[in-house]
């Protein structure tokens, strides 16, 4: 079973940045496609951004468009979003996912699209 483990979360005043890492077990990780999403308190889990196994074209969620990028690293099985010009809506805890299955060289938005996720890490963002 692949496991999957995020780092990088933690408090950081609005404007500023932060980069979280995500962390995949398995010796296919260069087959995953993978995400990020997040749960603000009180609201549903959200799609934040996402990419194909190739590592090419990405997508990211309007409201996040133009600050956070995600991107991967296959020779370290690790997946990363990194966060600028951060707000303090985008204070959530933030999930990472992979697609194990085979599947197209594509991005996935759906949470049920994703067979592997991590415990989440908390990012909270002052004004």
Not at 13 to 35: E, H, I, N, V
Not at 110 to 115: I, L, Q
């Amino acid at each position: 079973q692949v496991q999957v483990v995020e780092s990088g979360g933690g408090l950081v005043q609005a404007g500023g940045s932060l980069r979280l890492s995500c962390a995949a077990s398995g010796r296919t990780f260069s087959k995953y496609a993978m995400g990020w999403f997040r749960q603000a308190p009180e609201k549903d889990r959200e799609f934040v951004a996402a990419m194909p196994s190739s590592g090419g074209s990405t997508y990211s969620a309007d409201s996040v468009l133009g600050r956070f990028t995600i991107s991967r690293d296959n020779a370290k099985n690790t997946v990363y979003l990194q966060m600028n010009s951060l707000k303090p809506e985008d204070t959530a805890v933030y999930y990472c996912a992979a697609r194990t299955r085979l599947s197209d060289d594509n991005y996935y938005i759906r949470e049920r699209e994703y067979d592997a996720w991590g415990q989440g890490t908390q990012v909270t963002v002052s004004s």
